[in-house]
Nanobody, 124 residues
Framework: QVQLVESGGGLVQAGGSLRLSCAAAGRTFSSYAMGWFRQAPGKDRSFVATINWSGGTTYYTDSVKGRFTISRDNAKNTLYLQMNSLKPDDTAVYYC?????????????????WGQGTQVTVSS
C-alpha cells in the first residue's frame, strides 16, 4: 500500500519555473520506480518522466527534455519534478505514480499507485 500526494502546482508565466513534489507514505519508497504523468484539457493522460528505484536512471518525453528534471530523495520518501522554461502547452494536471518494480517505465498501465494530481497553468 502506497499513498501519494502531489503539491507545488500553480499559475506561472511562460518562461518561468515550478517544482512539483510528491510525498509518499506506505511501503518502502526506495523499492519503487516512479513517474510523472500529465493530462491537458481535451487530451488523454500522457507520460512525462520516470526514474528508477535508486535515481540513477531517468527518461523523459521529448517535449520536456532539457527543461524538466525528475529526481527523488529516498530518505525523505519524496519525488520531485523541476520544470523550467515553462510553455503554455505544459498546462495540465500533473500526477505522480509509483510502480511495484525498480525499472523505469513509460506506460500508464505500468504503474500501481497514483496521486490525486496538482494543477499547473502556464500563461502567455
Amino acid at each position: 500500500q502506497v499513498q501519494l500526494v502531489e503539491s507545488g502546482g500553480g499559475l506561472v508565466q511562460a518562461g518561468g519555473s515550478l517544482r512539483l513534489s510528491c510525498a509518499a507514505a506506505g511501503r518502502t519508497f526506495s523499492s519503487y520506480a516512479m513517474g510523472w504523468f500529465r493530462q491537458a484539457p481535451g487530451k488523454d493522460r500522457s507520460f512525462v518522466a520516470t526514474i528508477n528505484w535508486s535515481g540513477g536512471t531517468t527518461y523523459y518525453t521529448d517535449s520536456v527534455k532539457g527543461r524538466f528534471t525528475i529526481s527523488r530523495d529516498n530518505a525523505k520518501n519524496t519525488l520531485y519534478l523541476q520544470m523550467n522554461s515553462l510553455k503554455p502547452d505544459d498546462t495540465a494536471v500533473y500526477y505522480c505514480a509509483a510502480a511495484r518494480g525498480q525499472q523505469i517505465r513509460v506506460l500508464h498501465s505500468g504503474y500501481d499507485y497514483w496521486g490525486q494530481g496538482t494543477q499547473v497553468t502556464v500563461s502567455s
